[in-house]
């Protein structure tokens, strides 16, 4: 037997493994500061069980899977799709779809309402960094630094100053300051 292909398979079935392995830790930890590119069409979401896309409407696709590809969507600019996608859910008052919805109204240039459901997502998870960096981000859009220190305080409190939030929201204030 070929010595060097005997150690090249295992290794590229390893590397293969970890890089699916790694993809998968990030997604089951959370990582939402960089969610990966919608890749279904209009329309339709990703079924994490199926791994495949499917009607938005389909009644087997759960809560969580249409959150995460909402969050998607509106990361890459599709903000009335992640809105609708939103309105599917069964459960649309949790933390995670408020603030989602938060930051797709907030990028259509509706602020004051994405403050809204910023406001309502905090009650329900006070330390959840996220929507406190983007209630920050939307404090700053209509000029309440004061307010989006509030909020960079708390961030600090919830994760430290060397969080990604944390640092996010600081450049958005630290940006305005200057203009």
């Not at 079924?47 to 249409?66: A, F, G, I, N, W």
């Not at 994405?114 to 998870?125: A, R, W």
């Not at 996220?130 to 305080?153: F, M, N, P, S, T």
């Amino acid at each position: 037997m070929n010595t060097r292909r005997a150690f090249a398979t295992p290794l590229l079935l390893a590397t293969c493994l970890a890089a699916a392995l790694g993809s998968s830790l990030v997604l089951a930890a959370g990582d939402e500061a960089a969610p990966p590119k919608p890749q279904c069409p209009k329309g339709q979401v990703f079924d994490t069980q199926s791994q495949k896309c499917v009607s938005q409407t389909s009644s087997l696709v759960p809560d969580e899977d249409r959150t995460k590809y909402a969050y998607q969507l509106a990361k890459a600019g599709r903000y009335e799709e992640a809105l609708a996608l939103l309105d599917t859910l069964k459960n649309p008052n949790t933390a995670k779809a408020l603030n989602y919805r938060g930051y797709a109204t907030r990028k259509l240039g509706r602020t004051d309402e994405g403050i809204g459901y910023y406001l309502q997502s905090v009650k329900l998870d006070p330390q959840y960094a996220q929507v406190r960096e983007y209630l920050g981000e939307a404090y700053v859009i209509k000029g309440r630094l004061d307010l989006a220190q509030e909020q960079l305080q708390h961030i600090q409190s919830i994760c430290g100053s060397a969080c990604e939030e944390y640092q996010d929201l600081a450049e958005a204030i630290d940006d305005s300051s200057k203009t």
